[in-house]
């Protein structure tokens, strides 16, 4: 599989995505654990963590995808303007991907939080899948 280089607006998507799923679960809060940094009930502050970490993962892209292939694309910061969230099916496998294009790049922890973060959006998934819901223990 070869490196794929993400677009700026790609890597927006999952920033909404991330801040999308956020507000829904609180559970990005935890996985780039942010409690020492940032209060809880502090939104704004969480909102900036998130979009550092997708700049940490873009950068870290970049920087993978320059040494894999001996190229020289330069590192960029990346604003967000609103745009729509991925569905998370598609946000999970996108960060699959990702974690895959990093192959232990670690710049600031993003490869660890980055897992993390792919976990919770698994279990919280799994838990949301009715067939789930509804199995039984034997």
């Known amino acids: 599989m070869s490196t794929i280089i993400y677009t700026i607006s790609e890597f927006q998507k999952i920033g909404d995505s991330l801040l999308a799923y956020q507000k829904e679960t ?41 040494e894999r292939y001996g190229e020289n694309e330069p590192l960029k910061m990346i604003s967000f303007p609103e745009s729509l969230p991925l569905g998370k099916l598609f946000l999970i496998k996108t960060l ?18 980055l897992n993390f973060v792919l976990l919770s959006l698994c279990l919280d998934n799994l838990d949301q899948n009715p067939a789930y819901q509804q199995s039984k223990f034997q």
């Open 26 to 66: 609180q559970s990005v809060y935890y996985c780039l654990d942010l409690s020492h940094r940032v209060d809880f009930n502090d939104r704004e502050g969480i909102a900036l963590e998130i979009k550092k970490f997708v700049n940490d993962l873009a950068n870290a892209n970049v920087k993978a995808y320059n």
């Open 96 to 113: 699959r991907s990702l974690r895959y294009n990093l192959d232990g790049e670690e710049i600031n922890d993003c490869q660890t939080k």
